[in-house]
């Protein structure tokens, strides 16, 4: 394990835009996000920088601990951004912020974690202040749409117990000279000196961080050995043991340390969750149904052992609308999941569960459009209307989304994420030309180079091979060679050219994936079949044994699942590949196995 230093910021406060000249620098919390649809949070952060011996950094990571999630539910965007101007903390508002960098040095995303650390990688940009290619004014954390509610909170350096405080862990590649053993001894480790089973958990959670799951796991171990059960860190404990069990496919040890685990503390519903879950995908359903039910009874955990929100109320009954939903039981899924809403009416899982449980019971678009926007009662803002589209992207109603976007429109013209996701939807509907209207209006910024790739899939969709392939030749206008090399290559492929190899490098490979897979999946909706298998020879142009599970995972969530069945049983045979959610995805096709549900294939 690499030497850590820890550093506590020097400076570090919340500014909110509903009380502009307020300064918060002596709040105990720092927030990020809009809060019902009013007050935009933003945090500053300023780290002094240590003279340290050069090359001798591993790895940077800004370091903190979410204490409150307002919609747990949903993934949000943050970005840290480079201040290019100092900030006093005592005297710091939102009026008279520090000036920043607009281009987000690193995107963090938040989806339903509470009560844990997040980390952030921020090694380049520490680089950068140590070397001086620009001065140390710190950084700035923001919603990367500060238009949709987005709340989260941490605790500030100002909390009463500094282990929660934010901090920058400088990982240096020289290891320390002792082992570990010793360090949980002598308290070397970093660590104030406590009992050797905190110690361990510790321990194990920094090797967590670092993927080490098997040294983690053989912590935690020791640390669930000689616990007590009263220690503030014990359910903690017990819910990370039986997540890396879990991740390390150990599944039925998991299960006992659960067992174990609900002995210690009968209330602690999140256990009793995780278990229902892992039920479920052993394919134990009438036992997993019987867990979720368990979970309504005990209702949610004492604070204390609260991780999982809503475990004991709204996303119990999430869940057994999904497990009935998958049954084809769609009375009781509407059920449940109406009952998640009505507990927590911004849950937007349930929300974007709700279209189509409404569309296999044969519901009326138009009933189904005022269902879902009476959940928002009658607040229908920007806000409201681009997450109403996304509801209706989610399950493939391209035409409607649109609508909602136009509609978002009139109330922030020229928004490039409205535009860019406008385009998409056109994209998706085959209307090229309106396509490449919306993302030749979107503006330098966030959107602009990914709005400039779509315009050169449009014009190779269209036929225009030519116009594709110069668009994608005016290197000022890309900065991601990654995705310019795959779609300079995709449009060769359609052109009928022989293509290099894009990386015959099996880990440097692994890069390209996501961006192929990306563009495959925009094909296999927007364009021709035969445009499809030609740019499936992408796959054959990088070194990875991941793709043929990837390619049988796109054509499940498509419903292409007679070709999703063909592709990971390859997978499995060719590579030995298959994980968690292809096996389930799999058990899904055997159990619809029947003609309606296997023959769907793609035709003209």
Known sequence: MAQTIIQLPAANCSINSDMPDRNFSDYYALFLGRFQGQAVYRSLFLFEVPILPSGNIAKVELVLYIMR????????????????????????????????????????????????????????????????????????????????????????????????APRLEVKLRKSLAIEDETRTSNGSNGYSIGNPSEIYFFMGNEYFTDDDLNKALKYYKKAYECFDPGAQYGPKLVLMLVKVLNELDLVEEGLEVISCGLEFYPEFTDLE????????????????????????AMGDPPSNQRFIPGSGSYRAHYALSELYFELEDYDRAYRYCMEALRLKPDFTEALYKIVP??????????????????????SINRSSLMTIADIFIMSRKYDIALD?????????RDSADILYRKGMCLLYLKEFDRAVECFDSVKPGEFYEMA??????????????????????????????????????????????????????????GRFVNIIFDLLSIVLTAGPPETFEKSLQLLNLIENDEVLLRLAKLYYSNGYYSLAYQEFMRSIKMFGKIDREGIKMLNRIVSKSSPKHITKEICP
């Not at 909602?404 to 922030?412: I, R």
């Open 452 to 509: 400039r790739f779509r315009i050169a899939l449009c014009e190779a969709l269209k036929g225009n091979m030519y116009k594709a392939s110069q668009l994608l030749e005016k290197t000022n206008e890309y900065k991601d060679d990654d995705t310019r090399t795959v779609y300079k290559t995709f449009v060769e492929i359609l052109e009928g050219k022989k293509c290099e190899p894009i990386n015959s490098n099996r880990e440097e490979s």
């Open 273 to 296: 969750y995780i278990r229902s879950e892992l039920l479920l995908s052993q394919g134990k359903i009438s036992l997993a149904v019987k867990g979720f039910e368990k979970c309504l």
């Open 69 to 164: 999630n307002d919609s747990s539910d949903c993934p949000k965007k943050f970005s840290i951004h480079r201040l290019t101007e100092s900030f006093e903390q005592k005297t710091v508002s939102y009026d008279n912020q520090p000036i920043f960098d607009e281009r987000p040095y690193a995107i963090l995303t938040i989806r339903d974690e509470i009560n844990t650390f997040i980390r952030i990688d921020i090694t380049k940009l520490y680089n950068g202040w140590r070397q001086g290619q620009f001065p140390n004014c710190g950084v700035m954390l923001k919603s990367s749409d500060e238009s949709r509610d987005s709340l989260v909170a941490f605790y500030s350096k100002e909390f009463e117990n500094m282990i929660f």
């Open 404 to 412: 909602y976007f136009v509609l978002a429109e009139k109330t922030d």
């Open 357 to 378: 449980i409404l569309l296999e019971m044969h519901n009326g678009i138009g009933y189904i459009k005022s269902s879902v926007e009476s959940f928002f009662r009658g």
